[in-house]
């Protein structure tokens, strides 16, 4: 791998309206210590060296509005371009895919929602698949035991199993992808949807999984959790507070 091609690109999908945080700016613009959930994300993203260029897929009429956002914050230098994204969150990741230069060959996708990764989990992601590996998710393990119900919308939910929690992870983002392997199984995806196959999956590792690829695991880290929930806003609030009180963040 020259060394142009080691230089990782990422996609940031954030079109998505995220109305489990309440009504109101899409979940992406929505403002975490005074500063919008995706130029937090973006610049985590930007911290890495092993990052080169970063693909926001926004919202389709909100492209000029993030263009001013991201150019009002600032991103050290670092090459950030803007996308209009799609209805789901797979055809905005397509459609950053799509603005990455042919001769990137490592792409990470990151959550707009995920606004505190370490910039270390960034870096452990983009070196695995510099490394060789095709697929690369980071994840943490569980604290709470998990069961395996029958859906039961609104009323108790008989349990099927307990899953052994030490086989089980929860997994985060950035995910990182050889290019060839993310375009191929977003080709096929594509080409399965057309043809009324099976539902979108919830991550890009997802879609590896699907089409026989393999997707390994490095260490995540708690600060780096998904903002879906008033509450989970109210406990970022509390670690940007305690990372700029100790150094400056």
Known sequence: MNATAAVAAAVVPAAGRGERLGPGAPKALRELGGVPLLVHAVRALARSRAVGL??????????????????????????????????????????????IPADVEIVLVHDAARPLVPVEVVDAVAAAVRAGAEAVVPAVPLADTVKRVEPNRGGPEPVLDTPDRATLRAVQTPQGFRRETLAEVHEKALTEEAAGGLPPVTDDAGLVERFGGRVVVVPGHEEAFKVTRPLDLVLAEAVLARRRASDGY
């Open 54 to 99: 970063v693909v926001v897929a926004a919202p389709a009429d909100g492209v000029a509005e993030v263009v001013g956002l991201l150019d009002s914050h600032g991103l050290d230098g670092k090459d950030v371009r803007v996308v209009a994204g799609g209805a789901t969150r797979q055809e905005s990741v397509r459609l950053g895919l799509a603005a």
